[in-house]
């Protein structure tokens, strides 16, 4: 495949790692959580957390508003979204959209408005991230970029603003910069911390991602941004490895969020946990319970197809993933159905994903995000590996995240070079070295780097690793894990036990 484009390198920032444990907390509100889950009671605002009563007979439909009270209603859907946006919190697709419609109003009437500016460039970024719009993007650097030049660089709504668009755009020494400057500005101010978690992560600076967590969670914030501070927890305590940690914060936000849309945004990050080990069917409950909420919330849509195919329900898994394609055309999601085309040996349906992910990508390019880590994961598999090795080599260089270890790692194993490709992939699964996440693909990538440099015992703990994290993790590689120990046999009675 022809390259799609080039991308310069930047300074490298090690890693880092620091111990530490949360307390776990939320026991009781997890288990009636996942009671809940478990009888479909997702509906409203917030999930029924007790038994469910009999439906009384449904009283005759209210008299339609009148203009007033419309008037009313949407004056408080804009005031809701507006509060969202600015701090940080998940907002209904349709309410973005109404809010950027009277913030473009307001800054062409008035054009020295530097809140107004900084608002409307937070909500593009916020849209574009709901919807896979990412020419909102561009739309969003300039209004922030407005902002910041109307009034100075303590500017924090637009300093933060600019780290999320960063963020979003896979730029994370930007992030982190604009992250800083914002936090330096204002360090009580919450919703800084996590656009900041974000960029360390992905520069691969762990021990500063954890540090700016314990700063957040130390932070007095208020019952209306509780949740989201427990989500952002969450996530961070997944990438450590602490699973039940990660599951109890986010189910608590998941109960604790105060609209439908924020609440969707929780139970698909469970969601995602759950499948992450294997647990399809919890998985595709929480999806589900999120689309209920929000059907506008795409992860779910891709999540819900992921799951399907896992438990072999592979025309609704299809179905699910075309519907999560037509509602939010991302190349991450048309790799997957490509791939899961390819497991089923359906070549022509899958080359049409594969040529629809290029397409994407170009797009994405031209609005300034940085896909070269997907472009590289795609080329190493389906493309050319050499220049899978070239992009990712780069990308490594100027943020060393955990996901580019283990994407240059295996590009250098199909490229022939085990010996520098085991470096990367023990970057990514060793927990001394990167961030702790326990990842099926990652542990996959290592066994089979080590099954062809012969290092039987290693490569047989690995793979069985990864079955035993999530055994559906990809409808390609399971397959392929499961060849390879077969070729490994049953552990010698005197090979070592795993430290």
Not at 56 to 66: L, T
Not at 256 to 261: E, F, L, N, V
Not at 358 to 368: F, S
């Amino acid at each position: 495949m022809c390259a799609l484009d080039n991308r310069q390198s930047g300074p490298t920032t090690s890693l880092l790692v620091e111990p530490g444990r949360p307390r776990r907390r939320g026991r009781v509100l997890r288990r009636l959580l996942v009671v809940a889950l478990a009888g479909g009671a997702a509906a409203g605002g917030v999930l029924m957390l007790w038994p469910h009563e009999p439906e009384p007979r449904r009283a005759a439909p209210p008299p339609a508003a009148g203009p007033g009270a419309q008037a009313r209603a949407r004056a408080g859907a804009l005031a809701a979204a507006q509060t969202a946006v600015v701090n940080g919190l998940p907002a209904a697709l349709p309410d973005l959209t109404t809010l950027i419609g009277a913030h473009e109003s307001r800054v062409r009437a008035q054009p020295r408005d530097a809140r107004a500016w900084a608002v409307l460039g937070a909500a593009y970024v916020e849209r574009a991230r709901r919807s896979a719009g990412t020419a909102d993007y561009p739309r969003a650097e300039r209004a922030l970029q407005t902002s910041l030049q109307l009034t100075g660089k303590g500017n924090t709504e637009a300093l933060g603003g600019l780290a999320a668009l960063a963020n979003a755009r896979r730029d994370f020494p930007t992030a982190k910069r604009f992250g800083e400057e914002a936090l330096k500005a204002a360090p009580k101010r919450w919703s800084t911390y996590p656009a900041l978690i974000d960029a360390y992560n992905g520069l691969g600076d762990y021990k500063a991602a954890r540090a700016a967590l314990d700063k957040l969670m130390a932070l007095k914030v208020g019952p209306a941004v509780k949740p989201a501070v427990m989500a952002r927890a969450s996530a961070v305590y997944r990438d450590r490895g602490w699973r039940e940690d990660a599951v109890a914060q986010v189910t608590d936000a998941a109960a604790a969020a105060s609209s439908p849309a924020e609440q969707a945004a929780y139970l698909t990050q469970a969601g995602q946990l759950a499948w992450e080990r294997g647990e399809r069917d919890d998985a595709l409950r929480h999806f589900k319970a999120a689309l209920r909420l929000d059907p506008d919330q795409s992860a779910a849509r891709a999540g819900q197809a992921r799951a399907l195919a896992s438990l072999g329900r592979t025309q609704e898994a299809l179905t699910a993933y075309q519907g999560a394609l037509a509602h939010r055309p991302t190349p991450q999601v048309a790799l997957e159905l490509a791939e899961l085309y390819e497991s089923l040996g359906m070549g022509q349906q899958a080359e049409a994903q594969y040529a629809l992910l290029r397409t994407q990508v170009r797009r994405e390019l031209d609005d300034g995000v940085d896909d070269e880590l997907l472009i590289g994961q795609y080329e190493a598999d389906h493309g050319d590996a050499e220049e899978a090795v070239q992009r990712l080599t780069a990308e490594w260089e100027r943020q060393p995240g955990i996901e580019v270890a283990d994407a240059l790692g295996w590009a250098l194993h199909r490229a022939d070079d085990d010996e520098e490709a085991l470096r990367y992939a023990s970057v990514a699964t060793d927990s001394a070295k990167g961030g702790g996440v326990r990842s099926a693909l990652y542990a996959f990538h290592r066994g089979m780097i080590e099954h062809d440099l012969e290092l039987d015992a290693p490569a047989r703990r690995h793979l069985q690793d990864a079955l035993r994290i999530n055994p559906f993790f990809s409808p390609l590689r399971v397959p392929a894990a499961r060849a390879a120990l077969a070729t490994l046999g049953d552990q010698p009675p005197d090979e070592e036990a795993p430290q």
